[in-house]
């Protein structure tokens, strides 16, 4: 059975920080790209930004590059997201993900093989 188990969550003062992590069981970590998704209240589900299994491609959309970052340990089967200078927009429920497709075109898309349950972020003024 897969698992994507995130964490790190919570609620911070615009302009500080979060780190998001997500624990990935049940499948061959390395064979899959993985990444994070946001759903704001009353918007559609937008990815944030996407890591391949070997690292190699990274995909960030325009909204959080230079602030975010995304990396994996594949030793770990742990995904993470480094979220720095947050912005009241930022507020959102987070998912991380898990799919053979990968960067800007699986980010458009919103869908994904296998999901995990989300992790609230909350940007406060």
């Known amino acids: 059975q897969v698992q994507l188990v995130e964490s790190g969550g919570g609620s911070v003062q615009a302009g500080g920080s979060l780190r998001l992590s997500c624990t990935v069981s049940?499948?061959?970590?390395?064979?899959?790209?993985v990444g994070w998704f946001r759903q704001a209240p009353g918007k559609k589900r937008e990815g944030v930004a996407t890591i391949s299994g070997t690292m190699r491609s990274v995909y960030y959309d325009d909204s959080v590059k230079g602030r975010f970052t995304i990396s994996r340990e594949n030793a770990k089967n742990t995904l993470h997201l480094q979220m720095n200078s947050l912005k009241l927009d930022d507020t959102a429920l987070y998912y991380c993900?898990?799919?053979?497709?990968?960067?800007?075109?699986?980010?458009?898309?919103?869908?994904?093989?296998?999901w995990g349950q989300g992790t609230q972020v909350t940007v406060f003024s």
């Open positions: 049940g499948l061959t970590f390395t064979d899959y790209c």
């Open positions: 993900a898990a799919d053979y497709n990968c960067g800007y075109l699986w980010a458009v898309s919103a869908r994904s093989e296998y």
